[in-house]
């Protein structure tokens, strides 16, 4: 399974437009980018899930550069309830039914 | 959507005593479920792989003796935490994937959380 590497922690305001990036330079033909939301005391939720260039749902939008050894999660205008932990997973999830989480980068948000 | 419910969601328990925690897929059947064992301000470290009518797979490092965990039907895996100690106190997190996760269908990975155990051994 390809290793991530993401921001331990990053800060923002409501309102702004957050991005955090996400390394896995090992990442195979098959593998999947998969995010996950998680609030303090709960399991995580899925958030969006990409192969290649550009992904947006009604949460967020996920950018894939063509070389796939990164990727962006941008979360639009966010507020308040948006302060979680946010994880980057990589891995083939059609022939494999692990998740192995890394990380993640810590989230918060100020008023 | 699909829906994972854990419980209990708090338990504290003494020294030496065993404490159960089930985890129920409530609107779809799941052939496999997951532990996963969270400490504060860490990941989610994954425990073992749950198959129903069979033996679990546990992670390296992780005591199978210890963790007990049975599957026995398509929606309910148990973790049992044999003679705990204060050093297993944790979150325990249980997932479970649904079948239409393997053919997204639905755009996602079909993987479901439960909402976490809080145990404390003291």
């Known amino acids: 399974l390809a290793k991530t590497t993401q921001p331990i922690s990053m800060d923002s305001y409501e309102g702004q437009e957050v991005n955090i990036t996400c390394s896995h330079n090992n990442i195979a033909t098959n593998d999947y980018i998969t995010w996950y939301q998680q609030f303090p005391s709960q399991g995580p939720r899925f958030i969006i899930q990409?192969?290649?260039t550009k992904v947006t749902n009604e949460v967020a939008s996920l950018f894939i550069p063509a070389d796939r050894k990164s990727s962006t999660l941008s979360l639009p205008r966010v507020s308040l309830s948006d302060t979680a932990v946010y994880y980057c997973?990589?891995?083939?999830?059609?022939?494999?039914?692990?998740?192995?989480f890394g990380t993640g980068t810590r989230l918060q948000v100020f008023p | 959507g699909a829906v994972v419910s854990q419980h209990p969601s708090r338990v504290i328990c003494k020294s030496g005593t065993s404490v159960k925690i089930e985890c129920r897929s409530l609107?779809?059947?799941?052939?496999?479920m997951f532990w996963y064992r969270q400490f504060p301000k860490q990941s989610l470290m994954l425990m073992a792989t749950s198959n129903e009518g069979s033996k679990a797979t546990y992670e390296q490092g992780v005591e199978k003796d210890k963790f007990l965990i049975n599957h026995a039907s398509l929606t309910l895996s148990t973790l049992t935490v044999t003679s705990a100690h204060p050093e297993d106190s944790s979150f325990y997190i249980c997932?479970?994937?649904?079948?239409?996760?393997?053919?997204?269908?639905?755009?996602?990975?079909?993987?479901?959380f439960g909402s976490g155990t809080r145990l404390t051994v003291v």
């Open positions: 609107d779809f059947q799941a052939t496999t």
């Open positions: 990409g192969y290649k």
């Open positions: 997932s479970a994937r649904s079948l239409r996760g393997k053919g997204r269908v639905l755009g996602d990975d079909g993987y479901t």
């Open positions: 997973l990589v891995g083939d999830s059609q022939n494999t039914d692990k998740l192995i």
